[in-house]
């Protein structure tokens, strides 16, 4: 487990699956993410990211400390397998819109780079923007991190027509 100043991040449990679902199915937090998925696509993604716990790797539920209560998920995982950070470790970060515009997605993204920097030894680390979320290029920015247009890649899960495909890569490196 990980402790902010206001948040904590663990592996996510089943009394998770409900808030994770009902996020996933959100039109409006989707609009800036991708495709929204289904119960069974979620518990997919829950198996995948399990299958990365074993390299210390995977997204975790975050959660307020002070409530208790879910707030999104966050962590690192492998680059997308064919995409140009296939050998990078991955941030990632998503709210509830619930509680989006309280910092909880830089906070819990700095908390997870953090992680990255004591457990691993890679030289950076990267983020992928669907090129339409302006509110996560704001969190990559406020992380440090730069924009490496060069990696731009469209996303290989999202159909290459969909704006969301656009991904913008951000990296951030290891500090001295």
Partial sequence: ????ARLLLRWPEPQDFAARAATFADRETMALFGPGQDEDGVRADLARHASYHPQGLGFWSVLERESG???GFCGLKPGAPDTPIERE???GWL???SRWGRGYA???ARAAL???WRAFDARRAVAIVARPNAPSHAVAIRLGMQRLPALDFLHPKIDPTDPLAAMN???IDRPA
Avoid: L, Q
């Fill in 1 to 4: 487990m990980i402790e902010t």
């Fill in 69 to 71: 209560a879910w707030v």
């Fill in 89 to 91: 470790i991955e941030v």
């Fill in 95 to 97: 709210i509830a819109r």
């Fill in 106 to 108: 830089t906070e819990a």
């Fill in 114 to 116: 953090d992680h990255a």
């Fill in 169 to 171: 890569v951000y990296a």
